[in-house]
């Protein structure tokens, strides 16, 4: 190191690591105050972060409130590796599953909200996602809430195997109840909802939101350019090539997100 | 050419061939082998016992796929009489994949949906390897709900390796059609059987197969995810999934003790491709049966049962619940 060099590298170690956020979109330096002032996004291309399920609910909603925050995972195939994994999930997460439930408001308004935690285990849906998801809807519908659920999971939870197939069929059939009331299910899709949740009840919103860039599809990219041996396009999957094949009905900013979610419950309940 | 048989069956497939090789020389020489010939297909069936007795999961699912293994139509066509299958979506298309219509059987008209593999190479395009498309899932919704106007009970046939694979399936949907589907079966006031009959795999399995009562041929296999999916993504190796077959417990064996499936129907042995007819024959009076008792319920009775049925599958710790359980018993 030249001696020009070393009161400056010694400066830099002063300076707080977490001071600036680098986007892994466009490589830009933000300001983490400011990152995190614009709900974690990029003020230069709007790269969207993902969002811890809690940081999801805070955004969107006021007094929220946990519901069955007790239930806690089993190991019902004792899968290999599976309570290691886990337990560091829990440890880095503080939580006991992917699945964050509650009751909330939404400027006034009760809801019942709900929102998974990619962190844990990429959000992986197990019989307690399962679980929590269903007596979600079917909270709502005794207290005639109208139900919000924001997805970031790669899909069912492998290590549980048949037991995580079975939270598909037992989340859509809740839906399913809830549909025979005037109470609206809006599901927000944000990066990334794949496979087994996106096949279940995150595809029965009576409005699908995305935010912008999200990954959204059944089958990843990887798996489908290796067994058919073809390239796809970097879009492939993204909620604009969603919108653009009819799949969800639009596309929101995180900054517009709350208004947006408000203004359409106001629109089907008021 | 490709073997037909599997490696599992090398030592039943020789003693046949010794046996018709023998049955051919005594009819060309007229000799009298018949005592010979007894014994060996006495020894056969004895082998046939020992290799069936000892089947591993990857055994099981190399069995489900079995090329000679039979398909919904086949079944159909042994159980069934006026079968009218119905096309179409009428929005996009008709998928192979996926068959659907209505058929009488024991007397009942019944409407039948099924997965459908191809044996042929070509045929096996039209079929898409008997995975659901989105348009097929659409095609069956749309005859279930013609079978509950007409309060015809619904049999659905399991057999796909999981949903299609495709650009084309993304951009049409088929998430949303596969969500769609279960939800579509839960609300349905007429009873529903569904049978697991080879492959039931990932999402495109439990699309349609939401039903009053799910039962699984003794060789079929039900799984989250396939076992070389799952064993790409442990292990980075594919080649491994003999060993995660065992680990996702698969089997109809591990399905029944999950809570997952009411019964599992036993199969010639040998398994179902050695006798279509006796196979046949234990399937139709397992849906009889269940059907006839699904149908003294009324629409509530029967949609309150089916709903329950899957709202109590998971497998957790909940501290507030009597039991610590909430299925049967932990495998």
Excluded at chain 2, 68 to 84: E, Q, T
Excluded at chain 2, 161 to 184: K, T, V
Aim: hydrophobic share 40%.
């Amino acid at each position: 190191m030249s001696p020009e060099a070393a009161p400056v590298a010694a400066r830099l170690e002063e300076i707080p690591a977490n001071l600036v956020t680098k986007c892994p979109s466009c490589n830009t330096m933000l300001v983490t105050k400011d990152w995190l002032r614009d709900l974690k996004t990029c003020a230069r291309c709007s790269h969207h972060f993902r969002l811890g399920a809690r940081e999801r609910i805070a955004i969107l909603t006021e007094n929220f409130e946990e519901w069955d925050a007790e239930l806690a995972p089993h190991d019902p195939l004792q899968f290999p590796d599976y309570l290691p994994k886990r337990s560091a999930a829990q440890i880095k997460t503080g939580a006991k599953d992917s699945m964050l439930s509650g009751a909330a408001t939404l400027d006034g308004r009760p809801i019942a909200i709900a929102a998974s935690d990619f962190g844990f285990m990429g959000g992986s849906m197990g019989s307690v996602f399962g679980e929590k998801i269903t007596r979600l809807f079917e909270r709502a519908l005794d207290e005639k809430r109208p139900v919000l659920t924001a997805t970031s999971t790669g899909g069912a939870r492998m290590q549980e195997g048949l037991m995580s197939l079975m939270q598909m069929a037992k989340t859509s059939a809740a839906v399913g109840r809830l549909r025979e009331e005037k109470l609206p299910f809006i599901s927000i899709l944000t990066d990334p909802s794949m496979a087994g949740v996106q096949a279940s009840f995150a595809s029965l919103g009576d409005v699908l939101v995305a935010e912008p860039g999200a990954m959204i599809g059944f089958t990843g990219a990887r798996v489908i350019e290796q067994n058919l041996r073809i390239k796809l396009p970097k879009d492939f999957q993204s909620a604009e090539f969603q919108m653009a094949h009819g799949q969800i009905d639009m596309i929101v900013p995180r900054a517009k997100l709350k208004e947006s979610l408000a203004q359409l419950l106001s629109l089907l309940l008021d | 050419m490709l073997s037909r048989w599997l490696h599992l069956e090398q030592p039943i497939v020789e003693l046949e061939e010794k046996i018709d090789e023998l049955k051919r020389f005594a009819a060309s020489e007229n000799l009298d082998f018949s005592a010979k010939i007894n014994r060996l297909e006495e020894h056969k069936c004895d082998v046939m016992r020992r290799i069936f007795a000892d089947l591993s999961p990857w055994d099981r699912v190399q069995m489900a796929r079995h090329p000679k293994r039979p398909y919904s139509l086949d079944y159909i066509g042994a159980l069934c009489s006026d079968w009218v299958e119905l096309h179409g979506d009428r929005a996009f298309g008709d998928d192979g994949a996926i068959v659907a219509g209505f058929a009488r059987l024991n007397g009942r008209s019944v409407a039948v949906i099924g997965n459908q593999k191809g044996r042929d190479t070509k045929e096996r395009q039209i079929r898409n390897f008997g995975q659901p498309s989105p348009e097929g899932l659409r095609k069956a919704g749309r005859v279930m709900e013609m079978a509950a106007r007409f309060g015809r009970p619904i049999i659905s046939l399991v057999d796909t390796p999981g949903a299609a694979c495709s650009p084309a399936a993304e951009e049409r949907g088929i998430s949303e059609a596969i969500a769609h589907s279960q939800m579509l079966m839960s609300r349905l006031k007429v009873p529903i059987i569904v049978v697991i009959i080879g492959e039931g795999c990932s999402g495109g399995a439990i699309a349609t197969a939401l039903g009053d009562r799910v039962l699984m041929l003794e060789h079929a296999y039900y799984s989250v995810i396939s076992p070389e999916a799952c064993a790409s993504i442990l292990f980075r190796d594919p080649a491994k999934a003999p060993e995660t077959s065992q680990q996702l417990k698969i089997t109809a064996d591990d399905a029944l003790r999950l809570g997952v499936i009411e019964e599992i129907i036993p199969e010639p042995l040998g398994g179902a491709h050695r006798d279509l007819k006796a196979m046949s024959v234990a399937l139709g009076a397992a849906i009889e049966k269940h059907v006839s008792a699904l149908e003294t319920l009324s629409p509530e009775e029967l949609l309150e049962g089916r709903y329950q049925r899957f709202r109590k599958l998971g497998d957790l710790d909940d501290p507030q619940a009597t039991t610590a359980h909430l299925n049967g018993a932990p495998v």
